[in-house]
């Protein structure tokens, strides 16, 4: 989908981006990391063409986007940022309804895209469409700025610190909103973040940025367990490393059999030979909430059921230990 070759960008005797490369695959999200001022917003800059390049190219679908005028391009390409940037005297629909209208969409197709928007956001359409931007709380306008990004189908969407001014509750509810819709509608994503928790979830790869260059472009597991240098190393967090590896996998990766429980009539299950019934895990959850039930419950083995409550399996510590332990 995207592919950036040696590309730079310099500021007088200042290199804010120096030579780096990636690429960026169709349905995949990447992250750029990295501390303030290493290059992450000028690069994503560079990509839509609202900063041009001293030196190198970024092809999209094979095509160098010099080629392309800035405004056509920039219409391929959904754009959300920190701040929102809605337009005040636009209601909900007709802030959504922005691109759509620029590329010459029927009325019809423009009304049904921004109710289905609406709805994926958790914006009821019949409440949320007449009103303006004021009338929103800060969670709900960055919800329609998503949205707006989003409304014309771009190619890629490109997000710089989207969540970055929101309260922690509301930052990992749109965060988790946005990954099911993401990986619900296959959208290919460039996200530019400070925040490396953020990273890890929203992202199938992360580029961690040092002084304008790409230092390490990895899995977030294969960051965690094998970061490249001290500086990539204090980034993740070394206190806590074992803790955010185990929120990249579900229980579902380490279940075994469900030997010897059974079902109580409340919902519970209780383990042959236990003297109290246990609540099971969902086989949604994290292998991180699945540790911090077992060590509430000073259990060794929790059940994990389906959705419909029906038992799956069983998870056990030692496993999530050796998970842990795998990368040595």
């Not at 189908?153 to 988790?176: N, S, W, Y």
């Not at 799956?312 to 510590?317: D, F």
Request: charged share 20%; net charge neutral; glycine share 10%.
């Amino acid at each position: 989908m995207i592919t950036v070759e040696a590309l730079t960008k310099a500021f007088g005797p200042v290199r804010a981006v120096d030579g780096i490369s990636f690429e960026l695959a169709e349905g995949e999200a990447l992250a750029l990391i990295g501390p303030s001022g290493c290059g992450k917003s000028t690069t994503l800059r560079m990509i839509n063409r609202l900063i041009e390049p001293s030196a190198g190219r970024v092809l999209i679908d094979g095509v160098d986007t010099t080629s392309i005028p800035p405004a056509t391009l920039r219409l391929r390409m959904g754009y959300a940022i920190q701040g929102i940037g809605l337009f005040p005297h636009r209601t909900v629909a007709q802030n959504i309804a922005t691109v759509p209208r620029l590329l010459g969409w029927p009325r019809a197709r423009i009304a049904a895209r921004v109710e289905e928007l609406l709805d994926l956001f958790g914006l009821p359409p019949a409440v949320f469409a007449r009103k303006y931007p004021h009338e929103l709380s800060g969670g709900q306008q960055q919800r329609v700025g998503v949205a707006r990004a989003m409304a014309g189908k771009p190619a890629v969407l490109l997000m710089d610190e989207p969540f970055g001014a929101l309260d922690p509750i509301t930052r990992t509810r749109l965060q988790d909103e946005f990954l099911a819709i993401r990986r619900r509608m296959g959208t290919t994503v460039l996200i530019v973040t400070h925040d490396m928790d953020e990273a890890f979830k929203l992202a199938d790869r992360l580029a961690v940025m040092e002084k304008g260059r790409i230092v390490q472009l990895d899995t977030p597991e294969a960051l965690l367990r094998h970061p490249a240098s001290a500086f990539v190393e204090s980034l993740i967090g070394s206190e806590d490393r074992g803790l955010k590896l185990l929120s990249l996998a579900g229980v579902t990766a380490l279940m075994q059999p469900a030997t010897g429980w059974t079902a109580e009539a409340d919902g519970t299950f209780r383990k042959a030979g236990a003297d109290a019934s246990l609540a099971p895990l969902s086989a949604s959850a994290s292998l991180r909430e699945a540790a911090s039930r077992l060590v509430f419950a000073g259990v060794d083995e929790l059940p994990v059921v389906d959705e419909a409550g029906a038992m799956v399996g069983a998870i056990a510590m030692e496993r999530i230990i050796a998970f842990g332990g795998g990368g040595r």
